[in-house]
């Protein structure tokens, strides 16, 4: 084990970390979210496209552009964007009868993103491009103000989670509708609709999918989307659903009566299945009136079912394995897992909700031009298609960064989408530069959602034990929003990349991974043979692994994970042993997707210096985490803090002394430090703001912690609001 000494600690924090680098991290979420906006998600939602840089001309063209600054934004009050042009291609009977560039409008950009000026400036060129010497970005300006897009939490994707309500049982797969926008984006030439699909148990029927299309939700039994994803027999369906339960007979009695209700239904093949779905959800799908029942079943399937997988086995093998969960949380062989848990959630970034209110405008814009090109040409003497058609209908582009630019200015999302989120405003702030505290404070901000701030449990606003190191547990405001508008701890981070998927299954499959298809005469389940867990990776089922391998392979992915050569550093790998089957369902889950929480910590079986591992919200559940050598015990602990304050957030590690104080003063410290006056910027003289105060006499405090200087806070120093001093005991004169 190569424990941390506890003297070695706060010295080698001090030693590695810079002010720079600390600045960049408070932002980067923001910046890498709206990075892979610009240049991978955008990619699939539009064919060829292109983001320019922000640039004004007088005559139209590109040739004689200038530059646009953010400066110039601020002061002349406009939008600080640039052009996103498209190919436009009309096809009749599949084939292209026409196809050109065109440009779709001006869509924002985020200041320090690859699409910003500002990006590759030295300080001392921000500062003659009248910016800050040290501008961290991460915001947009909008007609001349500065607008910042919050983080909110949502629940983990593609993740089967239990839940109990009432007096039933739901089981619902964690898919909010950015994240089917984003796994859809993985799929060329697809279009992009929400779902949140659920599966619940009860007394009646014991498989039912709550599947929402649009605007509809329809209750359809699991049967029937097995049967619709993958094209077999009834002896095949009985066996998938049935292996590693062949002696239950509660579930068996629960199978018969699925595959009963299929014949009930007439339901006898793939074709069958896609005409019943079909006709159930045809009035709430894109389709026209010549779509057959059979062709709106299969759209259904592949851009709402179980989006995250790419071919119809997976969907069906996902299926079977949920059912399975679903079977031991209604015999309550397993526990009901929290939503409001930090490890059962998610972030949701900036990035994320530009590209889906993209992929919802395009879709909208390309419905509307082709129901005009079709009526223009019926309602047309020579009933052919002409360019004048599609000339006329690029007056529909504008739809496409109108409503990105709205969402931006207003906070408010586009009424077509209102359904994906809990919430339709209050998505957007401006960034307020009362003090530099209060500017960063905007970034490393998460909030819980505007629907649970009316909500009278109290469950959302506590802080559970599963967020220590994620969430700072002082660093949140008094009052109505206390609890639900939080903050990231100093060393959390937020992925804003996604793994490969890809490189995950190569490496596990040295130790032993078994296809479904090579281990469908396994038994999963049973007790006299060797135990095999699922091995699922952002929800897609790719095997089983044995109980004897599984470990060796856990360990081995760890210290790869760490070295970062092989794998991404920030690759989740959770394992839930059929020891804890009581409480979570067993399993090992790999997670490579972006949106995730993630922090660091030192692997204690991994030699230094190359033992830094990040660990995420649900892998921590499993973990010894020991924060000094004297909390270290032999078979037990395996990995160990860095430094005790990484719980604390940006602001909360200014406060000298947190120990020595009641624990309502260090919250009310956190909102007392964003309030003083202090010195927001040095390029006061460059700003039109209608209100900013700036601290004439700064002074540098007597106490410091060794955040303040690592976080060089003297390059802006705040103020102070008041000293108030309360004698213990009172004299008698």
């Known amino acids: 084990m190569y424990l941390i000494q506890k003297h070695r600690m706060y010295s080698d924090v001090r030693n590695t970390i810079t002010a720079k680098m600390i600045n960049a991290e408070l932002v980067e979420p923001h910046i890498r979210s709206f990075n892979y906006f610009a240049e991978q998600g955008i990619t699939q939602a539009v064919e060829n496209p292109f983001i320019g840089f922000p640039a004004i001309s007088k005559d139209g063209g590109d040739a004689n552009a200038l530059k646009l600054w953010p400066s110039e934004c601020r002061v002349s009050c406009q939008s600080y964007s640039a052009k996103l042009l ?29 699409r910003c000026h500002l990006t590759k400036l030295s300080p001392n060129q921000l500062m003659k491009e009248k910016e800050e010497m040290n501008e961290m970005g991460g915001y947009f300006i909008v007609n001349g103000q500065e607008k910042v897009v919050r983080m909110l939490i949502a629940q983990r994707r593609n993740y089967v989670g239990s839940v109990f309500h009432s007096l039933n049982f739901y089981l619902f797969l964690m898919e909010l509708y950015f994240v089917s926008l984003w796994l859809l984006l993985g799929r060329n030439g697809s279009n992009v609709a929400s779902i949140i699909p659920n599966m619940a148990y009860h007394c009646d029927v014991f498989g039912i ?29 009985y066996t998938e659903l049935m292996r590693g339960f062949n002696e239950d007979e509660f579930w068996k009695g629960c199978v018969v009566n699925m595959l009963m209700d299929l ?95 993209l992929k919802e405008r395009l879709e909208i814009m390309l419905t509307r031009m082709c129901r005009y090109i079709v009526d223009s040409i019926i309602c047309d ?114 992925t804003a990349t996604q793994g490969s998927r890809d490189l995950v299954i190569h490496a596990i499959s040295k130790f032993g991974l078994l296809s479904l298809t090579a281990s469908a ?59 804890t089957f009581s409480m979570h369902y067993p399993g090992l889950f790999i997670f490579t997707e972006f949106g995730r929480f993630m922090r660091p910590v030192n692997n204690l079986s991994i030699e230094p210096p190359s033992n830094r591992e990040y660990i995420g919200t649900m892998e921590q559940l499993f973990l010894g ?53 202090g010195t927001p910027v040095h390029s006061l003289v460059h700003r039109t703001d209608n209100k900013m105060y700036c601290l004439r006499t700064p002074q540098s405090p007597l106490v410091k912690t060794e955040s303040y200087d690592a976080y060089a806070i003297d390059n802006y120093p705040l103020g102070t609001n008041a000293i108030v001093a309360v004698i213990s005991y009172t004299v008698c004169v």
């Not at 896609?274 to 389709?287: C, E, T």
């Not at 969960?325 to 526990?335: D, P, Q, R």
Request: net charge negative; with cysteine; aromatic share 8%.
């Open 86 to 114: 498209a190919t436009l291609t009309i096809k009749i009977n599949n084939q292209v009868v026409d196809s050109a560039r065109r440009n779709l409008g001006d869509i924002p950009i985020m200041l320090m993103s690859n």
């Open 209 to 237: 999918i709550i599947l929402s299309a649009i605007i509809l939700s329809i209750i359809c039994p699991i049967d029937a989307c097995c049967y619709a994803t993958y094209d077999c027999p009834d002896q095949f369906l």
């Open 263 to 357: 014949k009930s239904e007439n339901l006898n093949s793939k074709a069958d299945a896609l005409s019943y779905l079909g006709r159930l959800f045809r009035a709430a799908l894109p389709v026209i009136t010549s779509t057959t029942n059979m062709e709106a079943g299969q759209i259904l399937i592949d851009r709402y079912l179980c989006v995250h997988l790419n071919t119809d086995r997976e969907k069906f093998d996902f299926l079977i394995y949920s059912a399975q969960k679903l079977c031991s949380l209604a015999k309550e062989e397993i526990v009901p897992e929290s939503p409001d848990s930090i490890a059962n959630q998610e972030v949701l970034l900036p990035g994320m909700i530009l590209l889906l209110i």
């Open 381 to 494: 003497s020579s009933h052919q298609f002409q360019a004048r058609h599609i000339t006329t209908a690029v007056k529909y582009t504008s739809l496409v960064t109108r409503a990105l630019e709205y969402f931006l200015r207003t906070g408010n999302l586009p009424s077509n989408i209102h359904h994906a989120f809990s919430q339709q405003s209050g998505f957007c702030i401006i960034a307020e530069r009362l003090n530099h505290l209060r500017f960063v404070g905007h970034f490393r901000g998460i909030h819980r959602g505007a629907f649970f701030s009316e909500v009278r449990s109290t469950d959302v606003r506590k802080l559970s034990t599963e967020a220590w190191g994620f969430i700072c547990p002082v660093h949140t405001p008094d009052g109505s929003p206390c609890g639900l508008l939080n903050h990231l701890a100093a060393s959390c981070r937020v």
């Open 521 to 579: 005469m396994l038994n999963l389940d049973s007790a006299t043979d060797q135990y095999y867990y699922r091995v699922i990776v952002d929800g897609s089922v790719i095997g089983v692994i044995g109980e004897e391998n599984v470990q060796q392979a856990i360990q081995i992915l760890r210290k790869e994970k760490s070295s970062g050569v092989f794998l991404s550093i920030f690759t989740e790998i959770c394992f839930f042993s059929r020891k």
């Open 625 to 677: 985490i020991c924060i000094g050598p004297e909390d270290f015990e032999e078979g037990v602990t395996t990995h160990q803090e860095i430094d005790p304050a990484n719980i604390l957030s940006f602001n909360a590690k200014m406060i000298p002394f947190p120990d020595h104080n009641q624990s309502p003063r260090n919250v009310y410290q956190c909102q007392m430090a964003k309030q003083t006056m």
